[in-house]
């Protein structure tokens, strides 16, 4: 008798077949807003995939014969090939590079809840990550966190910059975030990686000597897992991070967040909330606007019907060694 098929297992393994076999090509894709991505992809003459980039990175139809068999097979055994109109295919997974990195997440659009996020934003993110670790390196067997990692792409960002000894573990509630993830370790040859199902810190034992995360921010009507954050603008998730995260850092340990922020009249509700929070402790911590315009699209929902601007913002907090 056939010992029962793991479905989890199957998509990691063909995540990771693709991934190795586009990294031989030199394969490489910025990804970019859905709203760019939109437009690009509304023009006459991209309607049919030509290049591994309009397959992988654009999530345009294609004609099988563009891809090995060796490829194709793996994609369809994980359920990540759709039948077109015409006879064509399309890719239910995207990659993109980063940092000379190759990262699997869900195609466009990213409508389902289930979806694996990787945008403008992780670039911004792994940007953050890689600033603060060389304005002060981790110690050596430093333990590093991503809550909520999707792709993995923060923590990933960290280990490499971390010295030798350090381990990670990357959690998220999504199990399909969790399955790229492991697959993005492994085109990323990591070591010391670990995965954790689970909400925030739920799964995590032990002080941190580095927290990343860059937690969903928007108020979603559909409240997908990867979108939406909670409360009156997406802000919930984010201060429940900080709020519960400070009494997890060991000493010299630092909490870094990327999130997103809803400017009322003014105002910031969000480091408000924040502010509440970190002043129960005299630690150092910073924060900062690094895009004072994302997702304006948004600001035509009902939600937002307040609300001037979203902002990329950045929370730094140390604790005291």
Do not use: K
């Not at 999504?174 to 995965?195: D, H, K, M, Y």
């Amino acid at each position: 008798m056939n010992a029962p098929v793991d479905a989890g297992l199957l998509l990691t393994d063909a995540l990771v077949a693709v991934g190795r076999w586009l990294q031989s090509t030199g394969y490489a894709f910025t990804t970019v807003t859905p709203a760019t991505q939109a437009r690009v992809n509304a023009r006459a003459d991209v309607a049919q995939a030509r290049t591994l980039r309009d397959i992988f990175g654009w999530s345009r139809p294609f004609a099988a014969a563009l891809l090995p068999e060796d490829v194709l097979e793996p994609m369809r055994g994980a359920s990540l090939l759709e039948q077109r109109l015409g006879g064509l295919l399309r890719s239910r997974v995207r990659f993109s590079t980063l940092d000379g990195a190759l990262y699997a997440h869900s195609a466009w659009p990213t409508e389902a809840a289930d979806s694996v996020f990787f945008g403008p934003d992780t670039v911004r993110f792994a940007e953050l990550i890689r600033s603060e670790l060389q304005r002060r390196a981790l110690p050596r067997h430093a333990r590093i966190v991503d809550l909520g990692c999707g792709a993995g792409p923060g923590g990933l960002s960290a280990l490499r910059l971390a010295p030798r000894g350090a381990s990670l573990l990357l959690t998220d509630i999504n199990p399909r975030a969790l399955r790229f993830a492991a697959a993005n370790a492994a085109l990323a040859n990591a070591e010391a990686v670990s995965f954790a199902s689970g909400d925030l810190y739920e799964p995590v034992d032990g002080d941190l000597d580095l927290v990343v995360a860059n937690p969903p921010y928007l108020n979603d009507p559909g409240e997908r897992t990867y979108r939406h954050g909670g409360g009156r603008w997406g802000e919930a998730l984010s201060v429940r991070i900080v709020r519960d995260g400070l009494e997890r850092l060991a000493p010299g340990g630092r909490l870094v967040l990327y999130t997103g922020a809803a400017m009322v009249e003014g105002e910031d509700p969000l480091l408000r909330q924040l502010r509440a929070v970190l002043d129960r402790q005299a630690w150092p911590w910073q924060y900062r606007e690094l895009d004072p315009d994302v997702f304006g699209e948004e600001l035509e929902e009902p939600a937002y019907a307040d609300v001037e601007r979203i902002a990329a913002v950045a929370l730094v907090v140390e604790r005291p060694a």
